[in-house]
């Protein structure tokens, strides 16, 4: 678990490689099929090979819901224990979650939540300079071959940070000289950075509300030095306060008697069969 830009995907993958593990995504707008800038979704280079569930599978107009996802990922949680494999489930909705691990499926595994968390402040600037990177890699035309004068952004992909904030953008179109439209980009562009810093606090906001309301047993990993380091000083920091620190913890998780709930990555194991989620918010 944890906010967006921390590094939960990334996480998810280092524990796969751990431990034999497959994913299963959990967040609400990369569970749709197309924008996979716009809704930075995870590469099939970054993948390494791990076999992904729910991640871009849905039609794009569709709407699917928390219920959607709570049976659907129940299938895969069971096809992945068949193979003997470990479920890692990981992304940056917290209904999603929420509405998965209930009484029932509480009651069928234990949950290990693993939280990747960054100072606000260094987030906001990370996540800042995010928006620009997808910019360069194409995201502005990538949203506008999905634009549709007539779209509704309260359904399906369209709900995407980035989608509804360049309507105006597409809107105008030829109609604007050169400086209008750069103006409205620019506007546009700065919008996105905000609510995506709004729904990052927001997430941190709900982890807090499942631990203090709903009792989950977290743990925290300390992610903030990592984003604050380049190169391979942030290589060595992700390794030594994330990864080290994760793959610790799912290995003592997976096997001591006593089970143990972490914030961040979601571990969940039922008798001899375990299963895992990371998720960061």
């Not at 994913?23 to 590469?43: C, E, R």
């Not at 953008?169 to 950075?193: P, W, Y």
């Not at 998780?253 to 571990?267: H, N, Q, S």
Request: net charge positive; proline share 3%.
């Amino acid at each position: 678990m944890g906010a967006t830009g921390t590094g939960k995907s990334r996480l998810s993958i280092d524990l796969a490689t751990h431990f034999a593990a497959e994913v299963i995504n959990s967040d609400k707008i990369q569970v749709y099929q197309g924008l996979d800038i716009a809704t930075n979704k995870i590469t099939d280079e970054e993948r390494r090979g791990v076999p992904h569930h729910l991640l871009g599978v849905i039609p794009p107009e569709s709407d699917f819901t928390s219920s959607n996802f709570k049976y659907t990922a129940s299938i895969s949680v069971k096809s992945i224990l068949s193979r003997r494999k470990l479920p890692i489930i990981v992304g940056g909705s917290n209904s999603y979650i929420e509405t998965l691990i209930d009484a029932n499926f509480r009651a069928k595994y234990d949950c290990c939540f693993l939280w990747v968390d960054v100072a606000m402040p260094v987030l906001h600037s990370f996540v800042s300079d995010r928006v620009d990177k997808m910019v360069e890699r194409g995201m502005v035309d990538e949203v506008r071959d999905f634009y549709s004068a007539t779209s509704d952004y309260s359904r399906g992909i369209r709900r995407a940070i980035g989608v509804p904030e360049l309507d105006r953008f597409f809107r105008v179109g030829s109609v604007s000289d050169e400086l209008t439209r750069g103006r409205i980009l620019a506007e546009a562009l700065d919008q996105i950075k905000s609510n995506t810093s709004k729904l990052a606090s927001k997430q941190v906001d709900k982890i807090n509300r499942l631990r203090n309301t709903k009792r989950w047993r977290v743990r925290r990993l300390e992610a903030t030095d990592v984003l604050r380091r380049r190169g391979g000083d942030a290589e060595a920091a992700w390794e030594d306060m994330v990864a080290g620190p994760g793959v610790d913890a799912v290995r003592r998780f997976l096997y001591e008697v006593e089970p143990v709930v972490y914030g961040g990555v979601m571990a969940v194991r039922g008798g001899a069969a375990p299963v895992m989620a990371t998720a960061s918010y």
